[in-house]
């Protein structure tokens, strides 16, 4: 019996003599008033038999239906302590209970998407962390509350990173980056679901309630306790966007400039800010290719439309082929000058270029949420011709030392710095060390991602500290089909509680046609992301 019970219990008893003796002629005498503390409420629900037959009794002395709210207080002869029986949660205050979050986390290279905690799959271990026990039991129902670990908070990460059939149970702000974020019940958190909610009573027991009663509590509980979802700011980003030859060819063919967008939009229009890596100039200053080979990757202005479409909000212009025309340099600085114009026509911020070199290091700065992102790009591919000058239009050069201040002087102005990176050698999973230098200096001086291109397949991602490094996304929207890898890539999508990275995930692409990236099947999901983990399994 609990001890909010033994507690009660005399209460429970002493009302049901009182309703024994009720058919006295003579009147009881008043009782003398004493002061009582704060109610006891007691969930008719989670009693046992003998005890809520018990209330039952008491209940009907005061001449209320059994299952309704019930105050005891005008009973002659009360006791100490007030008895309240409810099955109405509403009646529960601020000093209670205690809201927490809670999300469901798997081993990063994990293939599970899901946890039903109505119905876990069986051999299937939950960690969850014992300090928030109490809380974290009340969303639980009998299969996985068995199938339940309770660790120290900072135990429960480890456990499931080194136990591929498990995942975890952890309140949204002790999310890791470093674990998969995975749907609970069909809430996903970071993709803007209210996540589970567990809540912490003092005086109040819920056991054995279902999860839609418990959810429906917890997130009306929630808002009477003004305890809202934390906010999440959700960043997707993608691999290279070259609008070119074959793709342009294709769109041409079908009048529509935001076609190559349509299997995706959806998506990256649902984020909180969408970057894209522009790798081609959006200018009609010069003659683009049809579907050919060739390296002048030129664009007509009207390609700006499907970035628009596709509510990419910045780009990074950092990259070597942002100046291509197929004709003379000046005629090309002028498809550079035309494709920032045109991205700003179009209310697309760019990054990572400019009209001189100071412009070109500057930030796109933007706020989401109340939270102010700072944007930075740099090229390591072509800056050494194709780079700004202090009078002269170009990109911005990814150079030791300037990307360490630029982030400082970016973090002055924000309060997330994401730093996108056109470098590495093309077609290998694997970067260079060179690239690895780059990324931990820009980690270390406070950037909170890395988002890397140019390679034109997928590579290794790593973990620094609190921040999280993609060396490379693979194309996203361009014509190669001649291997199989240079027709896949991965979004990247990484969510913020405020300025704490607590999730990334990559969800693979697959080009059809030459021009449309759509989302890849599971087994080439499989295939894209094993590729990506021996990479990254490299690095170490």
């Known amino acids: 019996m609990t001890a909010v019970l033994r507690r009660v219990l005399p209460a429970l008893l002493l009302a049901a003599a009182l309703s024994a003796c009720s058919g006295d002629k003579h009147e009881p005498p008043a009782p003398t008033p004493t002061p009582r503390p704060e109610p006891v409420r007691i969930d008719v629900a989670a009693l046992d038999d003998e005890v809520r037959e018990r209330v039952r009794v008491a209940a009907a002395a005061t001449g209320a239906q059994f299952g309704v709210d019930v105050d005891v207080d ?25 809201v ?33 026990r109490r809380g974290g039991e009340q969303m639980l129902g009998k299969t996985a509350l068995r199938m339940t670990r309770w660790l120290s908070a ?14 975890a149970l952890l309140p949204v702000e002790s999310a890791e980056p470093w674990l998969r974020s995975i749907s609970v019940n069909g809430a996903d958190f970071v993709r803007g679901d209210a996540p589970v909610v567990g809540q912490r009573t003092t005086e109040k027991l819920y056991l054995g309630w279902s999860e839609e009663r418990l959810a429906a509590f917890g997130h009306a509980l929630a808002r009477r306790l003004e305890t809202p979802p934390p906010v999440i700011v959700r960043v997707v980003a993608t691999g290279d966007i070259i609008p070119s030859r074959c793709v342009y060819e294709r769109q041409l063919r079908r009048n529509d400039f935001t076609a190559a967008f349509h299997a995706t ?22 003659e683009p290719a049809l579907c050919e080979q060739t390296f002048n990757l030129l664009s007509p202005a009207r390609s700006v439309d499907g970035l628009a479409f596709a509510g990419i909000d910045v780009v990074t212009v950092a990259t070597n082929h942002i100046k291509d025309c197929g004709s003379t340099a000046a005629a090309c600085n002028q498809a550079f000058l035309d494709t920032l114009a045109n991205l700003r026509g179009a209310g697309i911020a760019y990054t990572g270029g400019g009209e001189n070199r100071e412009a070109a290091h500057k930030p796109a700065i933007v706020e ?23 009078t002269t239009p170009g990109t911005a050069a990814l150079q030791t030392g300037v990307l360490a201040g630029d982030i400082a002087a970016a973090r002055k102005q924000a309060d997330i710095v994401i730093v996108m990176c ?98 890849a099947s599971p087994a080439e999901t499989r295939a894209i992301m094993s590729r990506i983990r021996a990479a990254t399994d490299a690095l170490r």
């Open 368 to 390: 989401r949420k109340g939270v102010r992102i700072a944007v930075l790009g740099y090229d390591d591919i072509a800056a050494s011709y194709l780079g700004a000058g202090e």
């Open 100 to 132: 927490r979050y809670w999300a469901a986390f798997a081993p990063y290279w994990s293939d599970r998407d899901v946890l039903d905690l109505d119905a876990p799959e069986p051999g299937l271990t939950i960690y969850a962390p014992e300090e928030y």
């Open 265 to 286: 939009a959806d998506y990256l229009r649902a984020a909180d800010l969408t970057l894209g890596s522009l790798d081609a100039s959006l200018s009609d200053a010069g």
């Open 154 to 167: 900072d135990s429960v990460a480890a456990a499931v990173a080194n136990d591929p059939n498990s995942v």
């Open 422 to 519: 056109q470098w590495g050698a093309e077609y290998t999973p694997n970067p260079s060390e060179r690239q690895r230098a780059f990324a931990r200096e820009a980690i270390d001086a406070g950037a909170a991602l890395v988002v890397g291109n140019h390679p034109h397949v997928v590579q290794a991602v790593e973990w620094r500290g609190e921040g999280f490094v993609t060396y490379a996304l693979g194309n996203f929207v361009f014509d190669q089909d001649w291997s199989t890898e240079t027709q896949q890539g991965a979004v990247l999508e990484a969510s913020f509680i405020g300025t704490r990275l607590v999730a990334v995930r990559l969800t693979p692409t697959r080009i059809v046609d030459m021009y449309q990236p759509t989302w």
């Open 74 to 98: 005008d009973v002659p002869g009360a006791p100490e302590r007030t008895i309240v029986v409810t099955s109405d949660a509403t009646a529960v205050s601020s000093d209670e209970a205690t």
